[in-house]
């Protein structure tokens, strides 16, 4: 099986089992919107950043480290990783249970304390099973992965439903994840045929570990302070309330990016490490990768924000109705965060993290000091401030990661330029017709029908490229 269709394999093994989370995710928040007060999820989206925020600090680069490692004493190396994982992790449990107390006094409400606790039983558990899934993504091997993340993740949302039926409130979104992860981590590590050394650390090769995820840690903890710097900052200035509405509203948005953008990254890591000596042939993976990514993406948003009012009000009821606007604005930042996302695994691939490392130093404080004069105008205020800034990081992105395989923003948007056009032709003659007619399920047929009919019509060359590249990929046609 050539590398093109393994990664095809792997690709639709990761898609059918993030569409039937997404699936699940959508039933199972349906509910809860309905169940828990707003002030709940912006409890819990605090109690995550918490320990999201330390958390970068044990894992980042670990993972990848192992798939950017070929040489003979790579059984060495992921010995040496684990143990080094498992220690860095301990540490950090340790430092959140001393900050967790001040960090619940500083948004006033104790519960913040109890809901960090339960957070953290399935963060350490989960970077138990980091290394495990670093080696079946090594080997582009996602069967018994996937397979198993399905079991348990199922397992995790459907429990969300049980604990909330059952009375525990706030507590039903963070228990399962204590309940679940580390049932999840120990069947993982079973399933890969990885078994720890304890009398063999290799504790000579945590050096050569960490000067390769230095810049990896740096450029996510530095990601992390922009990514839950809204998060901080609109729960601070605006209220639990106001965070609950941005947290829905910002989930929404990114469920798409959330479902298929770890596929992307599990996928392009490996295929451009594999190839990094090759830069012709990366720059032709990275570019069929954007080319793809534009197709299914594009469109995709446009929908969301045309026929937003209806998809919260079916979704989550017409408490959530102040969602509305939140979202359409945001998803503007996920197309463009969709579309860049190839450039941090070319970044990994290729040996130079530092680079994702530099922007984010740079992008962080801006971001964060905008983003907090901008949420005293409410939050509104807040999710342009995000759109905008996030669309002006991803297009550097872009630029840097062209610059490295030698290309252009000008080819990536010839790649793009497709969809793009297509969308606001149909865009165009949808949003009148769907506000003076008020007909939802014909407009979005409209909406597709139009898109489909200028792309056969006028790009019919494109088309035929992405359905021939989807075809490489099938794994029945080795």
Known sequence: MSLAQKAGKAGALLLLRKMWGALVNIGVMAYLARTLDMQDFGLVAISGTLIGFIQVFGVSGIGEYIIFYNKDDHGQVTNAAFWLNLVISALIVIAVLIVAPFWADFYHDRRIFNLVCLLLVGFFFSMISSIPQALFKKSLDYQPLIVIQTIFGTASQLSQVAFAFLGFGVYSLALPNAVIMPMLALTLLWRSGFRPKLKQLYIQHWKKIFSYTKHVIGARVLSKFANEGDTLLIGKLLGMGALGVYDIA????????????????????????????????????????????????????AGLAIFASDIIHLLYGS??????????????????????????????????????????AIFTPLFLGTLYFSSLSG???????????RQLGSCFLLYMGNKMIDSSLLEVWDTIKTPVVATLISTFFVVPFYAFFHQTLLSFSMFLLLFFAVVWVFFRASLMRVLSMLSSMNPLNS
């Open 379 to 389: 939050l509104i205020g807040a999710c342009i401030s995000v759109t905008v800034l």
């Open 319 to 360: 408490k959530w109705e102040e969602a509305i606007v939140p979202f359409q604005i945001l998803c503007g930042f996920a197309v463009f965060r969709s579309l860049s996302s190839p450039t941090s695994g070319l970044f990994n691939a290729l040996g130079k993290p530092h680079i994702g490392f530099y922007f984010t």
């Open 250 to 301: 910002f989930k929404l948005a990114n469920l798409l990016n959330g479902q298929l953008l770890p596929i992307i990254t599990n996928i392009s890591m490996p295929v451009f490490a594999k190839n990094k000596t090759d830069l012709l042939t990366v720059k032709k993976h990275y570019i069929k990768m954007i080319e793809l990514i534009g197709f299914i993406f594009i469109p995709f948003f």
